[in-house]
Every structure is written in C-alpha cells, then in structure tokens.
C-alpha cells in the first residue's frame, strides 16, 4: 500500500509540474523577442533582475570574463557577493555524451532568454529558458526536451553547478575576505557555504535526482563543483520539462532557503508578475515613428535600463553604469542617464539612485562633492572627478521640472549649495571662474581647465539660481544668475579656438600643451593616423614659435567634450554652427569618435566590429554618449535633421551583437549594455523632436516640436509629468501639419509653440499668442488639435 502511494505521489507531482510548465512556456507567445545573430553566439548576455543577474555566453557556456576581477565579471551575481562562476549540463543518450554548451540560436526578451541546442542525429532539439524574478536573490532556470523520434527514449541529465562565493570588487576594503567553499547535499539539492563567511549558493530542481557528487580536479581557488544526475523520459508527443532554481544569500542560510523555496513554489506567478511589469514599462513614453528600426530600439531601451538597477538593502537602490564590468553605481553616469529614464517614466530608480549618490557623497566627502564610483560593497573608489558635482545640480533641477516636487528640491539643495561653493573655491587656484581637474576625458595629464567641466559648471549655476528662485533664496538666486552670465561670455570668449573652428579641449600653459601633445603623438603614431600626426607637430611647432606664459586654448586631441557648449545650449549661435559642422569630421558610421585623433579615412565608411585590443581600452573608441550628446547639441540649434542623422548611427549597434541592446563602445566592445544610453535617445526624442519642457511646480506642459522631414507622422504616448499624462500626434503632408496633444490632468496649462504661420484649433479650447517667430496657444483640459490648413 506505502509503494502505491508513494506511484500515485509521483505520477500527481508529474502531472502538476507538465501544466504549470505548460503554462509558462504560453506566456512568452505574445511578447517581443529578437533572435542573436551566429556571428556572436560566443558573445555575452545578461539575465537580468534587481537582485541578481546572469552573464554568459550566447552559445549556453560560461567562460571567464571581464577585467574588474579579472575573468570573474561573468556568472551569478547577487551584490555585493557572487554565487556561480556558471554552471555545465549534458544528457547521455544512446552512449553519447551531448554537451549543452553550443547553442545553434539566442533569443532574448525584455524579461528573459533563451537558448536553443539542435541535434539532429538524435532527433532532439532542448531549448534553456532562464528569467530572475523580482526582488528575488535568484534565478530560475527551465529546460525543455523535444524529440522527433516516434519511440519513447530514455535518457540521463546531468547538471553541475560551479559555485562560486567571493565578494565584489573591493571587497578587501570593506573586511570582505574568500575562503573555501564547502557544500552538503540535502532533500535533492546542494547547499554551498563559504566557510568562513555567512554566504550562501543554493541550486537544485523539482525533481528527484538519481545521482548527486562533488566534481574533484575541476575547481580553482576556493571554489566547489557539485553535479546533480536525472531520469529524463522522452515521448514525441509532449515537450518534457524540467525547473532548476539557484538562490543565494550574503547573510544567512535560511534567506537562502527561503528565497528557493519561494521560486520552486511560485515561479509561474512570479514570471507572470515580471512580464506584466515590463508591459507597464513599454507603455510609458510610447514612440510610434516611420522608422521602425529607432521605434524598436527606442522600446528597448526602456527594458536595458531596467536591466541596470541594482539594489543591496543595506546600502540602497540605484543604476548600475554598465553590464558585466559597471555593475555598480557611478555619479556621471546616472547624471546623463537619470534625465532618459525621468523621459520614459522610470521615476522610483530617479529617486532612488539620487538618494544613494547624495547620502554616500555628503557621509564620504561632507561638502558636497559627488562621487565618482562605488561598488555594491559600499566602498568608494573615486571619490569624485570635477565635473560630477555641477551636474547633479543641474540634474536636480532637471528632476523637479518633471515631478514639481518642491520637497525634493528642499532636500537636496544644501548639496547643491556645498558642492557649488567647493568646486569655486577649492577647484579654482587662479580666481578665473574656471575649475581645475579632471572632467569626462580620462587622458593622463589632460586635468587643466576643462571644456566640459567649464560648460557643466556654467549650467550648474544657471540652474541652481532657478531653484534658488524657486526656493525663495533671492538674493543667492541673483548671485548664482551672474555667475551664469558672466561663465557663459568667457567660455565663448576664452575657450574658441578660430584655427580649428571648434571650442579647445583645455585652457592651459605652453609647457602642459607640449607634455601633452608629446603623448599624443606617440598615440596617433601607433594607430597610424598620420593626419593626426602632422597636425600636433604643427601645433607644437606653433607654441615654441610664439611662446606665452598666459592660459591659451588649446585643441590637441578634438575629443568630443569639445560639443558640451553646445550640449548645454550656451555657445553663441554662429560658434555652435561652425562647431557643429567641424564635429561631423570626427566620426564613423556609428557615431562620434570619443578621441578625435583616433580617426582616419577609413572611418566613414568603417561598418565593421571594433577591433579593440586585448587590454580593456577606449583607444579609437566610437561610444553613444558623446553620439547623444551630438544629437542634443543639433537639435538645441535647431537642426532635428542632423540630430537624427546621430540617433540612426547609433542605431545601426542596436542588436548588432547583444539582441535588445546597443553597446557602450560602438558597435561590440565594452559593455554590453550602458545606461547612458538612454539619456542618447530619449532626450533628443521626447524633449527635443517632439518638444516635451515639463514644468509641473507650474503644473504647465510647453511643447515645442522640431521634427526631422522624415518624420511625417509620428506619435508619443503616456509621457508621465508628475499626476499628468501627456501624449502627443504629429502629422505632415504637403505643407499642413496637425499636431494632437491630450492630457489625463485637464487641470494642467498646455503651451503650444509652433512656427510662425495661420493656425486653425480644430478641438479644444486655446487662448492664441503671436510672436516675431512663432505662434503659441494656450490651453487647458484633455485635448487640443492645431492645424495649419
């Protein structure tokens, strides 16, 4: 009677684990996918989620990657420990061991991927389906067998799990020490600790395993590989299915425990939650556009950044930079990212990534410099370059103008203020208004008077005398205002170089642009770039010829910083244009070349991989940052065909090598995903081709398109500004346009600007301005619809 049972258990365990799967599988038949090309398939991926995240590569294998911890970047990773250098699995059938790590196909989805093993001689194809569910220390993991054969087949699975605990980068700082892992096998699953640490990697399935042993002459350092074996039984009529579930746990066996217990239970429901997110997501900020290749890569995006958020409880929430090697959170780069992801409605990460870069900067430097780079340990490497400090004030007025929060603005003033009054008076030896130090280049030497840290610090001032006028602080508001002024005339002043028709890289004296240009040399001369070559020896040839012991600008290397006037709308229209047509010079067909010297002839018509070298390196680097920044700084001069010109290089990488995602390093080099990107492609978009300028503390939407000529019917959906909704319709053709703006808060001011010209409102109610330029309507409730006809 007890062997009864125990069939009758089984068969009923069998038969509920075939629906639920069953189940699971239906809900990818209705969600977006894009399939990886052969060429990449021994390239990266990710698995994403907030607690932990999956790299690989696209073939199912795990090999070492990544520099930060050199070949360790890949695997499981639950911050600020890892769990997994990646696991191995293989099926014996017919005598045959049949290795699962040569995928023939990756697909990837917003929330999940997968990966397909072919073997046709046995009539077998296993496709390895893997989501991490949210807010979960995890990853669930299925694998699905189809056999063509007409007989039933028997056969043997074999998993091993090769574990891993080791802390993150740095963790010897914060007394984060490896030691060797041991492992138990308990109730069908192996129970990984470190021994002298609480860390916990947990793996197993929902079935019982008819073998379990511990892999001897495989493991490095400390870590430990376990093997778990299965009865798999094949029929050609139905898939057979199996679930592995990996947890971990940085404190405690029993978070572990909870946590796999959780997923092995609820895995449908919680797969199901994460698409139904990740539907929320893609609704948001809804682009609709001719071009079908921007609109998917627009729409994806979306999902990359959420890809990037890491959260360790014990320290906060916030973006990471970039997957494998910038998991962790860096000021500059969430200063660019954080105004794309408040454009495409991600707002709790906005507040969240805030909150920890403003607590960690003031508990580490007290004065409101903002760093540069932490790891999810917590320990802080760079303290702080120049020009993160007066971005985040300008990234804090950025903020406030889409949530009208004056709390907000309240709370993070003070650093504002302190982080002002240190750049000035900390940063400024000679008293000319211009900070000394580092900015975005990280060329050794190149830390003078930067350009961008020169244009970035101009608009920290503009912008925190408008929070200061918000805040009622006049009299600051006045100060920081003159400031503005007086930064914006010597920048167009001191830093335009007419020779080269461009802003310069650096002010500085004869004897650094010398030490410098020296360097440079050697660099073009070993890319073989002889342009380059000829042209710093004439600039050199040039300073000891009329020598100065007063700051000069200088052009030597035509790095892309040069743009940040234009960026930040403060250089004088006639430089800017002249600027903007000498920065086309400069790039490839992907984008803007981080180095200008790094280029050459065959750059415009270079389609091909980067060929980067085998130390990590941006030398001759083409990278979507400084493409974005192109593309804002064409559009601030009223060029929308140019900016689009930058936005379609960029889209060109999309997918090239990671499927969904567009790469730091254009087009397949560095991370695989980066979340500046986001600020490439959504500034340009939403604020700037379809005009969006929130300003909910007024509870007023302005909307002041500039669309390229291609676009001639376009539309932008669900933009959040605050308790508001805008969504806009734009249509062209022969002359007459009609532009289709509607908000869920009738309450809100709609400010429409539009080209000076005879205007017809065909719904809606609006008070009508005329302007030298333009023709403005102002009105209010759920819609209103212009036309020119």
């Known amino acids: 009677m007890k062997f009864l049972y125990s069939i009758l258990l089984v068969l009923l365990l069998v038969s509920c684990s075939k629906k639920t799967e069953s189940s699971i599988s239906e809900l990818f038949t209705d969600v977006p996918f894009i399939k990886g090309k052969d060429a990449y398939l021994n390239s990266p991926y990710v698995t994403a989620g907030d607690r932990v995240y999956m790299v690989g590569h696209q073939d199912g294998s795990f090999p070492p990657l990544g520099w930060h911890i050199k070949g360790e970047m890949g695997g499981i990773w639950n911050h600020p420990i890892k769990l997994m250098d990646g696991f191995e699995t293989a099926l014996v059938l017919d005598k045959d061991t049949i290795r699962l790590d040569n995928a023939s196909e990756f697909v990837n989805y917003p929330f999940a991927n997968k990966h397909i093993f072919e073997f046709p001689s046995k009539n077998l194809v296993v496709e390895r389906l893997q989501f991490v569910p949210d807010n979960h220390q995890g990853i669930v993991i299925q694998f699905i067998f189809k056999s063509a054969n007409a007989e039933k087949q028997n056969l043997q699975f074999e998993f091993i799990g090769h574990s891993d605990l080791r802390p993150t980068w740095l963790g010897e700082r914060t007394n984060m020490h490896d030691n060797l892992d041991e492992a138990v096998f308990e109730d069908g699953k192996w129970i990984v600790k470190d021994s002298s640490n609480p860390w916990f990697n947990i793996f197993g399935s929902d079935q019982t395993p008819i073998e379990h042993h511990t892999i001897t002459g495989v493991s490095q350092e400390n870590n430990i590989s376990n093997a778990l074996t299965y009865d798999i039984n094949l029929d050609a009529n139905e898939p057979t299915v199996i679930n592995f579930f990996i947890s971990g746990s940085y404190q405690s066996r029993e978070d572990a425990l ?365 990278m979507t940052l400084p493409t974005g920044v192109q593309a804002v700084a064409e559009n601030n001069y009223g060029r929308p065909d140019m900016a689009l010109d930058y936005l379609k290089r960029m889209t060109r990488t999309f997918s090239y090598a990671l499927p969904g995602s567009i790469y730091e390093v254009s087009p397949d080099y560095g991370m695989m995903t980066q979340a500046w990107n986001i600020y490439a492609f959504a500034i340009p978009i939403v604020q700037q081709f379809f005009g969006i300028e929130p300003m909910a503390n007024k509870k007023q939407v302005i909307i002041r398109p500039q669309m390229p000529n291609s676009w001639d019917n376009a539309k932008l959906e669900n933009v959040k500004i605050a308790d508001n909704e805008i969504s806009i319709s734009y249509k062209s053709d022969n002359g007459s346009t009609q532009i289709e703006v509607q908000q869920t808060n009738p309450d809100w001011e709609l400010r429409l600007v539009l080209p000076k010209d005879t205007y017809t409102v065909l719904e809606g109610n609006a008070e009508t301005f005329s302007e030298k330029e333009h023709s403005i309507f102002v009105g209010s409730g759920n819609k209103l619809v212009i036309t020119n006809k």
């Not at 010597?490 to 830093?495: G, M, V």
């Not at 642009?513 to 050199?540: C, F, G, M, S, Y």
């Not at 600008?553 to 600027?579: Q, R, Y």
């Not at 790094?598 to 070298?613: C, L, T, V």
Request: glycine content about 6%.
């Open 258 to 622: 909870d946590t796999y217990n959780r997923m092995s239970q609820n895995h449908f429901d919680l797969l199901a939650n994460k698409k139904n997110r990740y539907q929320t997501l893609v609704e948001q900020s809804k682009l609709t556009i001719p071009d079908k290749d921007l609109e998917q890569a627009f729409e994806w995006l979306k999902y990359n950044c959420d890809w990037l958020v890491r959260t360790v409880p014990e320290i906060g929430t916030g973006i990471g930079a970039g997957i494998p090697d910038y998991p962790w959170w860096f000021g500059v780069d969430s200063e660019y990212a954080l105004k794309g992801y408040m454009a495409i409605g991600q707002e709790d990460i906005v507040h969240q990534t805030i909150q920890l870069l403003d607590s960690v900067s003031m508990a580490i430097n007290g004065n409101g410099k903002i760093l540069h780079e932490m790891s999810t340990n917590g320990s802080v490497f760079n303290e702080g370059n120049i020009n993160e400090t007066p971005q985040f004030a300008s990234l804090i007025w950025e903020i406030y103008t889409w949530n009208g929060d004056k709390q907000f603005l309240e709370k993070y003033f003070p650093t504002v203020k302190k982080g002002l009054t240190w750049l000035m008076e900390e940063n400024d030896s000679n008293k000319n208004l211009f900070p000394d130090g580092f900015g975005m280049m990280e060329i050794h030497g190149l830390d003078s008077e930067m350009i961008d840290v020169a244009a970035y610090t101009q608009r920290a001032f503009y912008d925190a005398s408008l929070i200061a006028m918000e805040l009622e602080e006049s009299e600051l508001a006045k100060e920081y205002k003159s400031l503005a002024a007086e930064l914006r005339k010597k920048i167009n002043d001191e830093f335009w170089s007419d020779e080269f028709e461009s802003y310069a890289d650096f002010l500085g004296t004869d004897e650094q642009a010398i030490h410098l240009i020296d360097d440079a040399i050697v660099r073009a001369d070993t890319l073989n770039k002889p342009w380059a070559v000829e042209e710093l020896q004439n600039t050199k040839q040039q300073i000891l010829k009329n020598r100065s012991k007063n700051l000069k600008p200088f052009v030597l290397h035509h790095n892309w910083v040069v743009n940040t006037p234009m960026e930040m709308g403060i250089a004088d229209s006639t430089k800017a244009i002249t600027a903007l047509n000498t920065a086309k010079k400069f790039t490839n067909p992907f984008g803007m070349f981080v180095t200008g010297i790094d280029r050459d002839d065959s750059a415009g018509k270079d389609f091909g991989s980067f060929k980067g070298s085998k130390v990590f390196s941006y030398t001759g680097a083409v």
